[in-house]
């Protein structure tokens, strides 16, 4: 099972690096999203990315200045923007990676089903619905996969790739070397809640909210504690910023609506407070911290 062109569908926080990724991997990409805008947002982040890695290539001695930006040029060259579904036709793999509502990505994949290819492999990169509804409205079960990728994409290293009970195991594999080929490590998951990741790390989250409600310490004291005492990158009250705080309750609202007898699925109240506030964290520029741009403040 060969995959030379992907598609992808939304080019927001995650959709942008999956595109990317992928056009560095050597595949040719379509990139969908259902706005000027929003497609122009997406590929400008796509071009920053790519001078900043460069950048980097550049100050670590591994390529010229010349070498850089001429490989970033190819990268931008494999990729296409469009605003019409119909290109994703002669897509071998296409990703969706839409807003995290589970009825919004069932009628996208119906819609994919009556104009994919037949050989074509569908992926959602869903944080945490089951991928097996995806297949069953997309009427190709057995070709349906979980490639769900880490924020942010261009420097996560890991790729979990979901499989459903009526997944194709041929189909499976290709979508566990495309995760190799686009230089991930990729990991098996069967389709659970949250697959691996999330569901260690979201209800962790969640306890530190719960934390910082009661005042057990600050906001800062939280994360440096994790930081420092765990190694952890980023601690959990950054990382809700980082990853958005509208994603975090989407999640947990999922989980506990399925699942209301789990007591690791629990929504805090000071998250509703903060989306109900408009405060998303760092794409609104404002979350438990603030935030310009990538840097927080
Ligand atoms: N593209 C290219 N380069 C980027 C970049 C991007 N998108 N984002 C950051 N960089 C570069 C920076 O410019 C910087 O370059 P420099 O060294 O030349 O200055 C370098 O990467 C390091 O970035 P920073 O200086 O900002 O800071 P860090 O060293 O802390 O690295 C981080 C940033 C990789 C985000 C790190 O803090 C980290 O690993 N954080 C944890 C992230 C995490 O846990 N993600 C998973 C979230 S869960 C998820 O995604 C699942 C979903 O379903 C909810």
Not at 159 to 167: F, K
Not at 206 to 213: I, P, R, S, V
């Amino acid at each position: 099972m060969t995959i030379q062109k992907v598609g992808v569908i939304g080019c927001g926080l995650m959709g942008h690096g999956i595109v990317q990724v992928a056009a560095q991997g050597g595949f040719q990409v379509v990139a969908v999203e259902t706005e000027q805008r929003f497609l122009d947002a997406g590929l400008a982040r796509i071009d920053k990315s790519l001078a900043k890695l460069g950048e980097k290539l550049v100050k670590d001695g591994k390529a010229s200045a010349e070498d850089a930006q001429k490989n970033a040029q190819q990268t931008r060259a494999r990729i296409q923007g469009s605003l019409e579904r119909r290109s994703l036709a002669d897509c071998d793999l296409i990703i969706e990676a839409i807003v995290e509502d589970l009825p919004t990505k069932e009628k996208l994949f119906a819609e994919l089903g009556g104009l994919a290819k037949s050989t074509a492999i569908f992926a959602s990169n869903t944080s945490s619905f089951p991928i097996s509804e995806m297949g069953r409205a997309s009427g190709r079960p057995a070709r349906m996969v979980g490639l769900h990728f880490f924020n942010p994409v261009q420097l996560m290293k890991l790729v979990e790739v979901v499989r459903t009970d009526a997944t194709d195991p041929a189909v499976f594999a290709a979508a566990k070397a495309f995760g190799e080929a686009v230089g991930k490590k990729p990991v098996a998951c069967k389709d659970t809640p949250g697959f691996v990741v999330n569901r260690l790390l979201v209800p962790y989250m969640g306890q530190a909210l719960e934390m910082l409600e009661r005042g057990d310490a600050s906001a800062e004291d939280i994360d440096t504690a994790m930081k420092y005492g765990c190694g952890y990158p980023m601690g959990p009250i950054e990382l809700t910023d980082y990853v958005g705080l509208d994603t975090t309750l989407f999640i947990l609202r999922g989980w506990v609506k399925r699942f209301p007898n789990e007591p690791a699925f629990k929504i805090p109240a000071v998250l509703e407070r903060k989306v109900k506030e408009g405060k998303l964290g760092r794409k609104s520029g404002e979350g438990f911290y603030k935030w310009e741009g990538d840097k927080r403040l």
